[in-house]
């Protein structure tokens, strides 16, 4: 199974500023497609979880442009421009190139 | 607009069965992959099954295989998962999630969750 990791665990922010959690895979999250299968998921508070990123740095529909996706092979991040209050939740990054599908542990982002 | 509405969660004994449904709309059902993902109470994610369109391939995790079945009713865009001997280990909130036409595949909506507890 392709192990993913998050850091940090927990990320104070400060409305404004910009943050950037980081997802390390296992093994290389690129396919002989060319496509790399990794994708990022916020979960809100009492809420489900919502697609942000897919293929590494496409924006889900309706994402707002301070969210961005980037990295390649194994090293993933998620930046955010400017943090907004609406921003704070719990983000995942998840592995879609084979099952099981597999998420990172999770990285908790709540306003400072 | 896509819609995902869990339903059959509850309390069960250990060793216990249970099957949840998911209905969705707002788009062509067959064509697409379907997966359950679940998280424990206070935890993080974790994808449990997934079936292509048209009732095609299944696939599961490690943890559930040979408990769990999934299957699907495209006539009635329907999703399933029929969980038996259940243990205390799989109480957790169970979203279905829709994919793409392939598996594995990142998942673009998630239904709004439903809660299995198993506990005596």
Redesign the interface.
């Known amino acids: 199974d392709i192990v993913m990791t998050q850091s940090p665990l927990s990320l104070p922010v400060t409305p404004g500023e910009p943050a950037s959690i980081s997802c390390r895979s296992s093994q290389s999250l690129l396919h002989s497609n060319k496509y790399t299968?990794l994708?990022w998921?916020v979960?809100k508070p009492g809420q489900?979880?919502?697609?942000l990123i897919?293929?590494a740095s496409n924006r889900?529909?309706g994402v707002p442009d301070r969210f961005t996706g980037s990295g390649s092979g194994t090293d993933f991040a998620l930046k955010i421009s400017r943090v907004e209050a609406e921003d704070v939740g719990?983000y995942?990054c998840?592995q879609?190139?084979?099952?099981?599908?597999?998420?990172?542990?999770?990285t908790k982002v709540e306003i400072e | 607009e896509v819609q995902l509405l869990e339903s059959g969660g509850g309390l069960v004994q250990p060793g216990g069965s249970l099957r949840l449904s998911c209905e969705a709309s707002g788009f062509t059902f067959m064509n697409y992959a379907m997966?359950w993902?679940r998280q424990a109470p206070g935890k993080?994610?974790?994808?449990v099954s997934?079936i292509y369109g048209g009732g095609g391939s299944t696939?599961?995790?490690?943890s559930v295989r040979g408990r769990f079945t999934i299957s699907r009713d495209d006539s009635k865009n329907t999703l399933y998962l029929q969980m038996n001997s259940l243990r205390a280990e799989d109480t957790a909130i169970y979203?279905c999630a829709k994919g793409e036409q392939w598996?594995?595949?990142?998942?673009?909506?998630?239904?709004?969750?439903t809660l299995v507890t198993v506990s005596s």
């Open positions: 299968y994708n998921y979960q489900s979880p919502q697609l897919y293929l889900a529909s719990v995942y998840m879609s190139l084979q099952t099981p599908l597999t998420f990172g542990g999770g | 997966s993902v993080g994610l974790e994808w997934g696939y599961y995790a490690d979203y598996l594995p595949s990142h998942f673009d909506y998630w239904g709004q969750g």
